[in-house]
């Protein structure tokens, strides 16, 4: 174990995209659990693009950032010394320690982990809050039918792939929407999408119409903008939209301007906001089903991970690029030492 805690620091709110220089970098003693506590050390940081809107106190969110605080974080964590009952030395667990090498933590909000079911990293990503915002999103409001469209927009990162390969799952025909060649053609060959459209690649409204002849049934939405106001054009009657999360307008000063809504008074369509929080109680669900789909290799994930704390704020800001492939993590330490 080190001597000092090394931990990454909010500077200031960005303006626009992120960029590393909005971040700081300290050192602090490592902290000694008191009774009811225990320390950990971060194996694996978590990067979510709506760390973006705490770096602003957006309102949605309970966190809260001031000069000088620790970025907030979900990630993975082996106990390594402990005066909790429940929490034993050895353990890994999920836990909040944030943009740091080592955390106390009460035991609140903390899950331990089974390296046995699923490699631990993906308690972060696909068994993680991202692949249950993707399982509760597309099951219990998407609610696509055998032979239906369903539609996903960052349909290669962890809330996407989980949504399109759980509708996949329900019998949907699956359309992702991606930024490029490669994640288009990871998304038919790898997650056995029926077709994925570029959205850089000319136009939107159209290569949607083609993919999805008879129109879509379920729009999972992670982008919003010019993505949401081109599926808006091609919904299918009773169509239900899902709105997830709206990374294009994370960096902007004001909220974009809206899409045409009277498409979806047409469609008589149904639009339904999703925040994870709502469905908190169905994550035991959601690991049994998807940890049983990826040892039976029905279901893929993909990571992308940054070696080493000090990268974390690089990473953050690719990721708010798009520039990540797969779900972004950073390595912070090994898992065995």
Same mark, same amino acid.
């Given at each position: 174990?080190?001597?000092?805690?090394?931990?990454?620091?909010?500077?200031?709110?960005?303006?626009?995209?992120?960029?590393?220089?909005?971040?700081?970098?300290?050192?602090?003693?490592?902290?000694?659990?008191?009774?009811?506590?225990?320390?950990?050390?971060?194996?694996?940081?978590? @990067?979510?693009?709506?760390?973006?809107?705490?770096?602003?106190?957006?309102?949605?969110?309970?966190?809260?950032?001031?000069?000088?605080?620790?970025?907030?974080? =979900?990630?993975?964590?082996?106990?390594?010394?402990?005066?909790?009952?429940?929490?034993? #030395?050895?353990?890994?667990?999920?836990?909040?320690?944030?943009?740091?090498?080592?955390?106390?933590?009460?035991?609140?909000?903390?899950?331990?982990?089974?390296?046995?079911?699923?490699? @631990?990293?993906?308690?972060?990503?696909?068994?993680?809050? !991202?692949?249950?915002?993707?399982?509760?999103?597309?099951?219990?409001?998407?609610?696509?039918?055998?032979?239906?469209?369903?539609?996903?927009?960052?349909?290669?990162?962890?809330?996407?792939?989980?949504?399109?390969? #759980?509708?996949?799952?329900?019998?949907?025909?699956?359309?992702?929407?991606?930024?490029?060649? =490669?994640?288009?053609?990871?998304?038919?060959?790898?997650?056995?999408?029926?077709?994925?459209?570029?959205?850089?690649?000319?136009?939107?409204?159209?290569?949607?119409?083609?993919?999805?002849?008879?129109?879509?049934?379920?729009?999972?939405?992670?982008?919003?903008?010019?993505?949401?106001?081109? #599926?808006?054009?091609?919904?299918?009657?009773?169509?239900?939209? #899902?709105?997830?999360?709206?990374?294009?307008?994370?960096?902007?000063?004001?909220?974009? !301007?809206?899409?045409?809504?009277?498409?979806?008074?047409?469609?008589?369509?149904?639009?339904?906001? @999703?925040?994870?929080?709502?469905?908190?109680?169905?994550?035991?669900?959601?690991?049994?089903?998807?940890?049983?789909?990826?040892?039976?290799?029905?279901?893929?994930?993909?990571?992308?991970?940054?070696?080493?704390?000090?990268?974390?704020?690089?990473?953050?800001?690719?990721?708010?690029?798009?520039?990540?492939?797969?779900?972004?993590?950073?390595?912070?330490?090994? =898992?065995?030492?």
């Amino acid at each position: 174990m080190t001597a000092r805690n090394r931990r990454i620091t909010f500077y200031r709110t960005p303006v626009g995209l992120p960029v590393p220089e909005d971040f700081g970098v300290d050192e602090t003693p490592i902290p000694v659990p008191g009774t009811g506590q225990f320390l950990s050390r971060t194996v694996y940081l978590s @990067l979510d693009p709506y760390y973006r809107n705490v770096m602003k106190n957006s309102p949605i969110y309970a966190d809260r950032l001031a000069p000088g605080d620790v970025m907030v974080g =979900e990630t993975v964590a082996e106990v390594i010394e402990s005066r909790h009952p429940d929490f034993g #030395v050895g353990d890994f667990v999920a836990v909040r320690n944030g943009w740091q090498q080592y955390a106390l933590s009460s035991g609140q909000g903390a899950r331990k982990l089974d390296p046995a079911l699923a490699p @631990l990293s993906t308690a972060l990503g696909v068994l993680g809050m !991202p692949g249950l915002t993707g399982w509760a999103g597309m099951i219990h409001l998407g609610e696509p039918l055998p032979g239906q469209t369903a539609v996903v927009s960052a349909c290669t990162g962890p809330v996407g792939s989980t949504a399109g390969q #759980v509708a996949a799952h329900m019998g949907a025909r699956v359309v992702g929407i991606a930024g490029s060649a =490669e994640k288009c053609d990871y998304a038919v060959r790898e997650l056995g999408y029926a077709a994925c459209v570029n959205y850089k690649d000319g136009d939107l409204v159209a290569a949607l119409k083609d993919a999805c002849p008879r129109g879509i049934d379920v729009y999972f939405d992670n982008v919003g903008g010019d993505i949401l106001a081109a #599926v808006l054009r091609n919904l299918a009657l009773g169509a239900r939209v #899902v709105l997830c999360g709206m990374i294009e307008a994370y960096s902007m000063p004001s909220p974009p !301007p809206g899409p045409p809504l009277g498409a979806v008074v047409g469609a008589r369509a149904s639009i339904k906001g @999703l925040v994870v929080y709502d469905h908190l109680h169905r994550a035991a669900e959601m690991e049994r089903v998807v940890s049983g789909w990826i040892r039976d290799g029905s279901f893929r994930y993909r990571e992308d991970i940054t070696e080493g704390l000090d990268n974390a704020p690089a990473a953050f800001c690719a990721l708010m690029r798009g520039q990540n492939f797969g779900k972004a993590l950073v390595r912070v330490a090994p =898992e065995r030492v």
